[in-house]
């Protein structure tokens, strides 16, 4: 009884008190949403960089040149020719983690279609590169072995390329356009990926054989890096790690001798954006736990003014020899 009379006292003292009560309420709510929501954004943000970075390639390895000095001017990668094809040959004949490898080159220019161009990059790789990607063909098909083989000029490309460079009434399946000077077939084009982690248009690029890019658009004989993709992500340490040591014999190091490669995998960029993202959890944590003591300040001036406001009806329950507990 004395429950049920103590609710019904608290029910009138919130309908006296209208404002009172909604304000109470409301810095209760803006507190635990608040905290609610700054843990939610900080989670979700670090689920979606993971996932624009594995968007990238899953267990993916990546070997590059090694910047290298030469006269005390420091040379960019792209001007090292650490790599080539017979490193991709050895480490696929003894290597035991890896599911796909391919020889990776890439060159900015302007696409040309009829009357219409287009600045864009051309990316090559073998027929195992788009698996190792996560290229998927949405019409058409990829190119053959046999077609890297006699550096055939055939591409497929991207949805940009094709919004901006064809437009919604052309069928790009085997048009005739140029990138820069050299005339490309098209014979396929490539799946929406969208935006990566640092905000690059997956979809503004032409994908063709690395051997027509390495002969025909830069005409070199080294590639600018070598990406891998592991069987697992839970050999991707393994993997690296045999890498290295396989490049090492490849390219016949000394114990002594640095080596003439990097590799990096996509663990050390979710490492490193995952950090970012904790701080920014922290920070936003942080926020939320100064709006929750903000709305607990405020809770407490609300409740030290009705108990001042009910000093004298107090005074009168002790009087009559009410007990703590009752009053």
């Known amino acids: 009884m004395k429950l049920l009379n103590l609710i019904k006292i608290a029910l009138a003292a ?4 209208k404002m009172r009560s909604f304000l109470t309420m409301l810095g209760i709510v803006i507190g635990v949403a608040a905290v609610i929501a700054m843990l939610a954004i900080g989670e979700g943000s670090n689920a979606s960089i993971k996932s624009k970075i594995s968007s990238m ?33 050895y480490l696929r004949k003894n290597s035991t983690n890896i599911a796909a490898i391919s020889p990776e080159l890439d060159a900015s220019g302007q696409l040309i279609f009829g009357s219409n161009n287009w600045p864009t990059t051309i990316y090559s790789g073998n027929e195992e590169y788009a698996q190792i990607k996560k290229y998927e063909v949405a019409s058409g098909r990829m190119f053959t072995t046999q077609e890297i083989q006699s550096a055939a000029k055939v591409c497929l ?9 064809f437009g919604e ?7 005739s356009i140029r990138f820069e000077k050299i005339p490309f077939k098209v014979i396929g084009t490539l799946k929406e990926k969208g935006d990566n982690t640092f905000g690059q248009d997956q979809d503004d690029m032409i994908l063709a054989p690395y051997t ?4 025909r658009v830069l005409r070199q004989t080294h590639l600018r890096a070598i990406v891998i993709s592991a069987k697992s992500e839970d050999l991707i340490e393994e993997t690296s ?21 990097e590799i990096r995998t996509q663990d050390e960029l979710i490492s490193t954006f995952g950090s970012i993202s904790e701080m920014m959890l922290v920070l936003l944590g942080s926020i939320a736990a100064i709006s929750l003591v903000v709305g607990g300040i405020g809770i407490m001036n609300i409740m030290y003014v009705s ?20 009053i």
């Open 169 to 175: 009434d052309v069928d790009p399946i085997g048009q």
């Open 57 to 89: 390639g899953t267990n993916l390895v990546n070997v590059m040149p090694a910047s290298r000095n030469r006269g005390g001017v420091q040379q960019g990668r792209d001007m090292t020719p650490n790599l080539d094809v017979d490193d991709i040959s």
């Open 212 to 215: 027509t890019v390495m002969k």
């Open 14 to 17: 919130i309908k006296r008190n």
């Open 241 to 261: 790690s045999e890498v290295e040591e396989l490049m090492r014999a490849s390219h016949q190091l000394k114990d002594s001798e640095d080596n003439d490669f």
């Open 157 to 165: 490309v991207g949805q940009t390329v094709i919004d901006n460079l």
């Open 307 to 326: 108990v001042t406001e009910r000093t004298r009806e107090i005074g009168l329950r002790l009087a009559i020899g009410g007990k703590g507990k009752d």
